[in-house]
Structure formats: C-alpha cells, structure tokens
C-alpha cells in the first residue's frame, strides 16, 4: 500500500488549498482515510477523517466548518479542500489508512 500526497504549497492568511492523497494497492471504498497535520515541534494531530461509505465525516475543532474531506473512487484518491487558512494551519499534512502513512505535503500559511 502506497499513499502520495500532494497539493501543498504556501499561502496567505483567508487562502485556499486541496489536498490530493493517491492512494495505490488499496481501495479508498474499503477503509476510513485520515489526514494528519504536524506543526513544527508539535505533535501529530488528527484533522480529519472520512469512513470507507464515505457517509461519516469528522473534523477536528480547530478545523471544523473551514476544511472538507472528499473522495473520488473513479480515481481512488481522497482530497482535503481547506478555506479560510490560518497561519495556526501550517505544518505537514499527511494522510493514513491501515497504518500506512504517505510522505506529507507542507502547507504554511503566511503572509
């Protein structure tokens, strides 16, 4: 099982960004699909989470309202959209199933 993330960049406050995680070997029909974020020096957190019917979501508080999990199965691959970013977003975004972690994908949000 492989995931790629994608999709990172830098931004200014009130920004936008979506984030791509391809995921090989497994389909995201089969399992819930996390994204994760860490800040430097800070812990890995959980952001957000979609379950394999792709009918429960989560959002963690600091995001809720302001990031949205999707995913299309055509292209097996899972997205995060992120509005109304915060320099509090920056760090590296990484997604997770089964315990199968991708590289990550770096957002900082400044200006």
């Known amino acids: 099982v492989q995931l790629v993330e994608s999709g990172g960049g830098l931004v200014q406050p009130g920004g936008s960004l979506r984030l791509s995680c391809a995921v090989f070997?497994?389909?995201?029909?089969?399992?819930?699909i996390g994204w994760y974020r860490q800040a430097p020096g800070k812990q890995r957190e959980g952001v957000s989470c979609i379950n394999s019917s792709a009918n429960d979501t989560y959002y963690s508080e600091s995001v809720e309202g302001r990031f949205t999990i999707s995913r299309d199965i055509a292209k097996n691959t899972v997205y995060l959209q992120m509005n109304s970013l915060k320099p509090e977003d920056t760090g590296a975004y990484y997604c997770?199933?089964?315990?199968?972690w991708g590289q990550g994908t770096q957002v900082t949000v400044s200006s």
């Open positions: 997770n199933t089964r315990g199968f």
């Open positions: 070997g497994l389909r995201v029909d089969s399992y819930a």
